[in-house]
């Protein structure tokens, strides 16, 4: 298993839709930024401003971070945890 550290902070939770297939979404209250180290095969996607993370219960998260895409980017590719 591979990980990567990232400082982060709740952003949202999505908990599937409803019987209408209207998104049924959680705002996280405000944070300040924490460290949290993250298993690489949890994470579904990453925006400039976001990680989509798959987490317990069939929710899905977003999570706001420092830094940018490029540096994520470039870690991973470090690793060899990413096809340019």
């Given at each position: ?36 180290v993250i ?16 987490t317990p ?28």
């Open positions: 298993m591979k990980y990567i550290s990232i400082r982060i902070r709740p952003d949202r939770v999505f908990h599937g839709y409803d019987e209408n297939r209207t998104l049924i979404v959680d705002k996280m209250p405000a944070s300040d930024f924490v460290e949290k298993k690489i095969e949890r994470i579904l996607s990453v925006t400039e401003d976001y990680i989509f993370i798959e219960h069939d929710t899905v998260q977003t999570w706001e971070y420092e830094g940018d895409l490029a540096e994520i980017k470039r870690r991973l590719a470090a690793v060899g945890m990413l096809i340019d």
